[in-house]
C-alpha cells in the first residue's frame, strides 16, 4: 500500500476541492463507469474516529477515492443518491437509520442500481448480518479486518463480486442451521428449492450457483467451468432474474436454505 498525506474531510462530508472526481448527475448510472477510473466509496458511520480512519486507508490508495462521509443511515442513503459512488462502506449499527434498512433503501432504488453496500460489522452482529443480506447487502467484513483486506473487498464488491468474511460465513451457516432444525422439528416441510425459481434454473446456471456459493469470483467460476467471464456474469444476471434476488450474497443464502449446499461441504 502506498502512503501519503490525507486530506480533512470537510464538515459536510464532501471530498475536498481538487478531488479526481466530484458528484455525478443523477441521470447517470454509477456502473457504466470504467473499472479503469478508482473506485468512489462514500463511508457511513456514526463514529467520527472510524470514519478518519477508513478514509486513511482508502485515499491511500491511488485506485480508491472517499468521496464523502455520513454519520448515520439516513445522511448515507441521501449520499448515496446525490454522489452515486461505486461502493457505500457502512456500519451495521447507527443511529435514525440503521445499517439494514439503509442497505434495503439503497438495494430497492432503481436509480442506484451501480451502487452497491459494504457492511463493516462485528461478531456479535448476527441478527443484523442475515437481515442485511436479506435486504441487498454485498458483501460483509469484520471491523478488525487488516486494510489490505479493506482494500481487496472494496474492489471485489465494485465488481459485482459477492463479499464474506469467512467469520461472518460461519456465523450464517450456523443460523441457517439452527433454522433448518427449526422447520424440522415443527413439522414443516418443503422440497429444496420448491418456489423459489431454482427448478427454472439450466444445469449449468445450478454450477455456477454451486461456486457463488463457495465463494468463488466470476473469474475463479470462469477458470474451474471453462467459462469466459462474460459468460459467467450473464448465469448470475439470469439466476438473480429467475429466482427474484438481487445480488450474489442472497444467491449463496439461497443455495444453503434450498439444500444445494450443506455446512462443512
Do not use: C
Request: charged letters at 25%.
Amino acid at each position: 500500500m502506498t502512503h501519503g498525506p490525507v486530506p480533512s474531510p470537510r464538515p459536510d462530508g464532501v471530498a475536498p476541492p481538487g478531488r479526481p472526481r466530484g458528484p455525478v448527475p443523477l441521470h447517470v448510472v454509477a456502473e457504466s463507469r470504467p473499472f479503469s477510473e478508482p473506485v468512489r466509496v462514500v463511508v457511513v458511520d456514526d463514529q467520527a474516529t472510524i470514519r478518519l480512519g477508513l478514509r486513511m486507508i482508502l485515499d491511500n490508495e491511488p485506485d480508491i477515492t472517499v468521496v464523502g462521509e455520513a454519520a448515520d443511515g439516513v445522511q448515507g442513503v441521501r449520499m448515496a443518491r446525490a454522489l452515486l459512488p461505486d461502493v457505500v462502506l457502512m456500519d451495521v449499527r447507527m443511529p435514525h437509520l440503521n445499517g439494514i434498512d439503509a442497505a434495503a433503501r439503497i438495494s430497492a432504488d432503481p436509480a442506484l442500481a451501480g451502487v452497491r453496500t459494504l457492511v463493516l460489522t462485528t461478531f456479535d452482529d448476527d441478527e443484523y448480518v442475515y437481515g442485511a443480506l436479506r435486504a441487498g447487502a454485498a458483501g460483509f467484513l469484520l471491523k478488525d479486518a487488516d486494510p489490505e483486506s479493506l482494500v481487496s473487498a472494496v474492489h471485489r464488491v465494485r465488481a459485482g463480486d459477492s463479499l464474506l468474511d469467512p467469520g461472518v460465513t460461519r456465523r450464517i451457516i450456523e443460523r441457517w442451521v439452527e433454522l433448518s432444525d427449526w422447520h424440522a422439528g415443527s413439522g414443516v416441510a418443503s422440497a429444496p428449492g420448491a418456489g423459489s425459481g431454482l427448478e427454472l434454473a439450466t444445469p449449468r446456471e445450478l454450477e455456477v450457483l454451486l461456486a457463488v456459493a463457495r465463494g468463488l469470483s466470476n473469474k475463479e467460476i470462469g477458470e474451474e467451468l471453462y467459462l469466459s467471464e462474460a459468460t459467467v456474469k450473464s448465469h448470475v444476471r439470469s439466476l438473480l432474474t429467475k429466482v427474484g434476488l438481487t445480488n450474489r450474497v442472497q444467491l449463496v443464502i439461497l443455495a444453503y436454505e434450498a439444500e444445494l449446499v450443506r455446512p462443512g461441504r
